[in-house]
Each structure stands twice: as C-alpha cells, then as structure tokens.
C-alpha cells in the first residue's frame, strides 16, 4: 500500500534562516506530488504541484521554493524565512489528475 | 487563493445527532472530495465523487455530487465523539484542489 512520510513532524526556526522540508511516498511511481500551507484554523492554500521529477509549477508568489530531485521525493525550501512563514505545511499525492489527493500529517512551523 | 463556501463554519451538536454540512462554488467541478482533520495532522480522505448526482455512503457518513456541478452535501448520521474534527470539501477540475473554508464539528456526550 501507498504511504507518504514528511519531516520533521514540528520545527522552529529563527528569522532570516534557511528551511528544508523534505516529503517522501512509497508504494506508487510517478505519483502527481503538492505542498500545501494551512493557517490556524483555516483552509489549505497549494504551495507547488509536481507532476514529475523536475516540473515544478508554484501556485502563488512567495518566499519559498520546491524541488523534486527524485521521483518520490518533494523538497520544500526557502533561503531566509520570514515570520509570515509560520504555518502548516502539508505534502500531499495523487495517481493523477482528478484523482483523490492523499495528505502526510504535516510540519508544524514556528519561525522566531 | 480560490476557496469553496463551507457551510455553517461550525456546529456543536449531541451525540447521536445527525450531521449536515455543504459546499457551494461558482465554478463547475468534475470531482467532489470531502476531508476530515483531526488536530495536528494531516486531513484524511472520507469519500470521493466523481459524477453529477452521484450518492456515496462510507458507514454513517453520505455524500452527494451536486446535480449542477457546483455543489455537494455530507451527512453524518448518529453522531459519535470521534467524530470531532473539521471537515473540509474540495472541488478538482485539473490538478489542483480547490478547498472548502472548513466546518468544525464539536460532538458533545
């Protein structure tokens, strides 16, 4: 069966340092890959989808990035992370398009 | 970004209560998800529709794929304690999910 790993679980962080999330998915190959972030209490906003290694579409302008070195893996990234960068950040899959996203248990970021 | 309108933002109910909850967009969707979140993790998948009108039952819990395309229903029957938690619709037309603003459900004994 399909799983998908994220870490770390939690995360705090000061401002202005670098991040690196990483997420992982086992039992399936090429699987549609996403980062989503959630606010306290609120809806998921998508970060970046991946439909492939190397494809990188983002969603919305910031201060991160994603990569996707590897066909199961998704990295999320930033080079100085700002307080506004607190937040949950769910890695999700899919087998493709229209097809039910399946979400990791996330990592809960605290920038300082 | 887009969302879906979830509605209501939150319901406190007794246990053993049935549950109703919608989502309502102007766009037209091909596929109608509904989430459940338990606290500090990440939302889990309850059903999946993929057709207008379709009716879908996972245990106590029934969905509807709106017949215009731009809404669906859940209902929970006999609420339990467990079933505390957010509950989140989402629309998919591509690839993305477009997510509902949530409904918070509290079950009281």
């Known amino acids: 069966s399909q799983t998908i790993h994220q870490w770390p679980a939690t995360l705090v962080q000061p401002v202005g340092s670098p991040l690196s999330l990483e997420c992982t998915v086992e039992?399936?190959?090429?699987?549609?890959l996403y980062w989503y972030r959630q606010a306290a209490g609120r809806g998921l906003q998508l970060l970046f989808y991946?439909?492939?290694?190397?494809?990188i579409s983002s969603e919305v302008p910031q201060n991160l990035s994603a990569s996707r070195p590897q066909d199961r893996q998704f990295i999320l990234s930033s080079k100085k992370l700002l307080l506004s960068d607190s937040g949950f950040y769910l890695c999700?899959?899919?087998?493709?398009?229209?097809?039910?996203?399946?979400f990791g248990d996330g990592t809960r970021l605290s920038i300082l | 970004g887009q969302q879906l309108n979830q509605s209501p933002q939150s319901m406190f109910i007794q246990e053993g209560e049935d549950v109703s909850m919608n989502c309502t967009s102007s766009s037209i969707f091909n596929t109608w998800l509904w989430y459940k979140q338990d606290p500090g993790e990440g939302p889990v998948l309850l059903i999946a529709?993929?057709?207008?009108?379709e009716l879908t039952s996972n245990g106590r819990l029934t969905a509807q794929f709106g017949i215009t395309r731009k809404d669906s229903f859940l209902n929970i029957s006999a609420s339990i304690p467990s079933d505390v938690g957010i509950y989140f619709c989402?629309?998919?037309?591509?690839?993305?999910?477009?997510f509902g603003t949530g409904t918070r459900l509290q079950v009281f004994p």
């Open positions: 991946s439909v492939g290694i190397g494809q």
């Open positions: 529709l993929y057709k207008a009108g």
């Open positions: 999700a899959w899919s087998t493709g398009s229209n097809q039910p996203q399946h």
């Open positions: 989402a629309g998919d037309n591509t690839d993305k999910l477009i």
């Open positions: 039992g399936t190959s090429n699987p549609n």
